[in-house]
């Protein structure tokens, strides 16, 4: 994996983050109930949290780990995609259920993420 597509993968996530969180924020404040709008800032902030590692990902590391970069980058889409479907569906009272499992597999994957990110950089610590 490169620099650069980590770098521009961190970068689209963390716009989008934002244009989800003013759509939230704005368009949605009328349509969702307080949960629903709770649930889908969650969304957005696991989002921008992750784009935000990403961008240490591809800043820190010369050559970053395809490994740690597909467990963030798809436990983002499973994640908080699944969240965005599930509260959106909910809100026109056609709720997609089959998202729901589709939730955890995607937090799982961030956790793993985050284990291989711990594992890279107890590599490099030279004591």
Do not use: C, R
Not at 93 to 116: E, N
């Amino acid at each position: 994996m490169t620099q650069q597509i980590v770098l521009i993968t961190a970068a689209l996530f963390g716009m989008f983050a934002v244009i989800f969180g003013a759509f939230g924020a704005h368009a949605l404040q009328k349509t969702l109930n307080v949960d629903q709008l709770k649930s889908f800032e969650t969304g957005v902030k696991y989002q921008m949290y992750h784009a935000l590692v990403l961008l240490f990902v591809g800043s820190y590391f010369e050559t970053p780990s395809s490994a740690i970069y597909y467990a963030f980058v798809v436990g983002i889409i499973l994640f908080s995609f699944s969240i965005y479907g599930l509260v959106l569906s909910d809100a026109k009272g056609k709720k997609m259920k089959f998202l729901g499992p589709i939730t955890p597999l995607g937090g799982l994957l961030l956790i793993v993420g985050w284990a291989l990110l711990l594992y890279k950089l107890s590599q490099t610590i030279h004591y």
